[in-house]
């Protein structure tokens, strides 16, 4: 048996997942995603403007800058499921006793994930665990949730991503257009740092509030073929701000809630 299921929990037949979709369901209740929360709660990319500023600027059609912005993002989105399906197998096939896949023949991230490996040794307790808070109507999937051997629990999150790290090594978690998020987190600034962070810290809310799992720890995992080595990156807890968008959420007049079904 592997960790998720020697682990698993009795909330978890009630949680379904439309992949194609990216649709979580409650029994016949609809979720938010965590993922579409927490873009939510950030201003949405005008590609159509800044696609027409650099097409001035190159003597170009905007619509082929959006093309290309669309291939790259499709091929990112592909290479970063191959990134996590990898490492899944990897901690699955570690939890049930068995040699897991190296990096041979491998040219992207999973080479520098395998380098992180076997020089961190940790310990599964739950792979691509999806996850619910009823009373918020929200839902989500984490990719690692860790067991130390003394008890505590920490998260790790998989990023196949230059936007975390500088060249330097600087963790970008400053906006360099002093752009922030929009109410009721205003006070954050708008990079991919502070968005996996919230994202985490709603996660790690609703692991204590409906799983009873005590969070030590929050990580992201950075690996990106460009970089010469992996990266791990640790991130604060939001309590408070992960209170506030869920609140917020829950005071809209879109929310529906969800008996608890077990």
Request: hydrophobic share 35%.
């Amino acid at each position: 048996m592997d960790c998720n299921q020697v682990n698993a929990h009795e909330r978890d037949p009630y949680l379904s997942f439309e992949a194609k979709s990216h649709t979580y369901r409650l029994g016949e209740h609809e979720m938010k995603s965590v993922t579409t929360l927490v873009e939510e709660c950030f201003p949405r990319f005008d590609a159509p403007f800044w696609a027409g500023r650099m097409a001035r600027k190159q003597g170009i059609d905007p619509q082929v800058i959006l093309d290309r912005w669309e291939r790259e993002a499709c091929r990112a989105r592909d290479l970063g499921t191959v990134m996590h399906e990898r490492i899944e197998r990897y901690y699955l096939a570690l939890s049930r006793g068995e040699r897991p896949d190296g990096p041979e023949g491998d040219i992207d991230a999973y080479r520098l994930f395998c380098n992180f490996a076997a020089n961190n040794r940790l310990h599964p307790y739950r792979t691509e665990w999806r996850i619910y808070h009823e009373d918020y109507g929200v839902a989500g999937t984490l990719d690692f949730l860790e067991r130390t051997p003394n008890g505590t629990f920490n998260i790790y999150d998989w990023k196949r991503s230059k936007k975390l790290v500088a060249p330097d090594g600087r963790i970008m978690a400053e906006s360099p257009r002093k752009s922030t998020g929009l109410h009721p987190i205003s006070h954050l600034p708008d990079t991919s740092y502070w968005h996996y962070a919230l994202q985490l810290s709603i996660y790690r809310f609703i692991l204590e509030e409906r799983y009873g799992i005590r969070v030590s720890g929050m990580r992201l995992g950075v690996f990106h073929p460009t970089y010469a080595t992996p990266w791990i990156v640790e991130v604060p807890y939001l309590h408070m701000e992960a209170l506030s968008v869920l609140n917020k959420v829950k005071h809209s007049d879109i929310f529906h809630p969800c008996a608890s079904l077990w």
